[in-house]
């Protein structure tokens, strides 16, 4: 699955993979076109708090989730109705590395814990 911070970059990601959605609690249905307008309408009215993310499916469902929380399906794939949907998302963590020893270093963290140089 990939991981998105804004509904626009997930729905444009998820267009690559089906043409229609049907929203996840109710009969509402969805084309390219109008998931991108709600998308859109949806970031800049109602941005969702930092600590969350959107996730896209292989199929092309969307769904909204904090780092091995439980996800809510927002958007389902009419091109794959009976997708077997993840309940939670999991983060691999991404290591990095301090420009000053080449230490490897947490992905989000503020200092090196090998030398303390700021990240």
């Known amino acids: 699955m990939e991981r998105f911070d804004k509904l626009l970059e997930a729905a444009e990601f998820s267009a690559t993979r089906c043409t229609s959605w049907s929203f996840a609690t109710s009969n509402d249905r969805y084309d390219v076109k109008g998931l991108l307008v709600l998308a859109e309408t949806s970031d800049s009215e109602d941005p969702i708090d930092e600590d969350s993310f959107y996730v896209v499916s292989p199929a092309g469902a969307i769904g909204l989730c904090n780092d091995g929380e439980d996800i809510d399906w927002l958007f389902l794939s009419d091109a794959a109705p009976n997708e077997d949907l993840p309940l939670t998302y999991q983060a691999e963590?991404?290591?990095?590395?301090?420009?000053?020893?080449?230490?490897?270093?947490?992905?989000?963290?503020?200092?090196?814990?090998?030398?303390?140089?700021?990240l």
């Open 93 to 118: 963590p991404q290591i990095k590395f301090c420009s000053k020893c080449g230490s490897g270093a947490v992905l989000g963290a503020r200092f090196c814990g090998q030398c303390g140089t700021e």
